[in-house]
């Protein structure tokens, strides 16, 4: 229940630790949103059960801690982010269909990504997302 005062703040909200994000580093989460969620390009999901978000991952991956920074980011849907379901579809359902959400089932996540990708961090998605992106396949 944050407020918007006059100067454009939010009263209640977090700031970002990180700052604001230069414009390449914007413009790499601009091409990682045009992408689509990782999780579901990995699982090769026929669809994405969500808007495409960017999550910046934290120090050791865990929730609550500080922000690595905005070159490490990762584009994932609301479902796989932050655990957002379709409207009349259960958690279960929603792992059903579209594999497990961050926010729900961290551990299965994880655990997906060690038995895919071959390390149990969304820093391995981060990884192989970029690898995908045609800009930064000319560099590699």
């Not at 977090?14 to 990995?42: S, Y």
């Amino acid at each position: 229940a944050s407020r918007i005062l006059d100067d454009g703040q939010r009263r209640g909200a977090r700031r970002r630790a990180i700052g604001h994000a230069t414009k390449e580093q914007q413009a790499k989460q601009d091409a990682q949103r045009a992408q689509g969620c990782a999780a579901c390009l990995l699982r090769k999901n026929r669809v994405q059960p969500g808007v495409t978000e960017i999550h910046h991952r934290t120090i050791g991956d865990l929730h609550g801690n500080k922000q690595i920074g905005h070159d490490a980011t990762v584009a994932l849907c609301s479902w796989h982010h932050r655990g957002v379901r379709i409207a009349g579809q259960t958690v279960t359902t929603m792992r059903e269909a579209y594999g497990p959400s961050l926010a729900h089932h961290k551990r299965d996540f994880v655990t997906w990504l060690q038995d895919v990708l071959g390390d149990r961090s969304t820093g391995a998605l981060q990884r192989w997302a970029d690898a995908q992106l045609p800009a930064y396949k000319k560099k590699s």
